[in-house]
């Protein structure tokens, strides 16, 4: 039973620039949420794909933004790079909106330079 | 907004020690996860609490969710150099939404 992947594994960019992390959800998952974590502190909700749609959404600026396609699998993309988007970038998959628990992917340590 | 403060940030200890995480928010949360996540790798789940008041146990980890659903503790028995990591506790809303907390990062010296 596969877990969550994401891809790449590590990533340098330079600022001003626009990059996209993908991810595959844990086998019989529907609901992909997308996390950033800064080094040393806890992940920060960035927002959630269910059926395709955006349904929730943390406070991140409309340079973040994704998509999910009907085999659940999604993609974050952010925009204009700036150096403190620098960090692990984690996704999360669960069954139904509704469910409580989250697995999460190994990461996408994004570096902006 | 919801938060959720670990305490202690840091914990260093020898191995054999027991040790007592915390989890506190003035909010109240459905459900509340803990996770352990060591370095360059993402969150791995430990334990699902969801019924205020309730104790789960998972080997020598002991969890508790407090009675009011705001506030959770983690102990470990007997810590071995494999408990090593960043300790997270987070809640869950109506949705699953999670809110994480500041983490409390284990170290536990042979």
């Known amino acids: 039973d596969a877990g969550v992947t994401q891809s790449p594994t590590h990533l340098i960019k330079t600022r001003g620039q626009q990059v996209t992390l993908r991810c595959s959800p844990k086998?019989?998952?529907?609901?992909v949420s997308w996390y950033q974590q800064a080094l040393g502190q806890g992940p920060q909700f960035i927002f959630q794909?269910?059926?395709?749609?955006?349904?929730q959404r943390g406070n991140f600026p409309d340079r973040f933004s994704g998509h999910q396609f009907p085999n659940y699998s999604s993609e974050l993309n952010v925009n204009a790079l700036l150096l403190g988007d620098s960090a692990l970038y984690l996704c999360?998959?669960?069954?139904?909106?509704?469910?409580?628990?989250?697995?999460f992917g190994p990461g996408t340590r994004l570096t902006v330079t | 907004t919801q938060l959720l403060e670990q305490s202690p940030q840091f914990l260093s200890i020898q191995e054999g020690e027991n040790l007592t995480v915390y989890c506190n928010s003035s909010?109240?949360?459905?459900?509340l996860q803990w996770y352990r996540q060591e370095p360059g790798e993402g969150p791995v789940l430990l334990v699902t609490?969801?019924?205020?008041?309730e104790v789960k146990k998972l080997k020598r980890l002991t969890f508790q969710f407090g009675d009011a659903r705001k506030d959770s503790s983690l102990h470990i028995t007997a810590a071995q150099p494999g408990d090593t990591g960043l300790y997270l506790c987070?809640?869950?809303?109506?949705?699953?939404?999670?809110?994480f907390g500041t983490g409390t990062l284990l170290a536990v010296q042979p």
């Open positions: 909010s109240v949360f459905s459900s």
């Open positions: 999360a998959s669960s069954y139904g909106q509704g469910a409580y628990e989250q697995y």
């Open positions: 609490v969801v019924t205020g008041g």
């Open positions: 086998s019989g998952h529907d609901t």
């Open positions: 794909y269910y059926e395709e749609e955006e349904r």
């Open positions: 987070a809640g869950g809303g109506a949705t699953n939404k999670l809110i």
